[in-house]
């Protein structure tokens, strides 16, 4: 199996910064994109921001110029560094990978158990 954990969650003052790690372990073979969505209470589970094994990264609009993602790929790590955190950011934060194991002759997502940013106006 593959198991995805975040840390680094919390409560922050509006125009703080925290940073989101999430390690993924296994039997892993190999992974490809590594990423961050959000899901706010009512809402749909979105793409925060999302890099690949190369280093390529896209964002969704709403947080250009304000999240950076980062990865170690030699520890299967992902990092979302947020900084002048606002109060619509406040979320559930998924991290999630697309992985292959050694038993598997393909890649899947895999997902994990969310770590709550809140953000206080």
């Known amino acids: 199996q593959v198991q995805l954990v975040e840390s680094g969650g919390g409560l922050v003052q509006a125009g703080g910064s925290l940073r989101l790690s999430c390690a993924a372990s296994?039997?892993?073979?190999?992974?490809?994109?590594m990423g961050w969505y959000r899901q706010a209470p009512g809402k749909q589970r979105e793409l925060v921001a999302r890099?690949?094994?190369?280093?390529?990264?896209n964002y969704a609009d709403s947080v250009k110029g304000q999240f950076t993602i980062s990865r170690e790929n030699a520890e299967n790590t992902v990092y979302l560094q947020m900084n002048s955190l606002k109060h619509e950011d406040t979320a559930v934060y998924y991290c999630s990978c697309s992985a292959k194991r050694y038993s598997s002759s393909w890649y899947r997502d895999y997902w994990g158990q969310g770590t709550q940013v809140t953000v206080s106006s």
């Open positions: 890099i690949t094994s190369g280093g390529s990264t």
């Open positions: 296994g039997t892993i073979f190999s992974i490809n994109a």
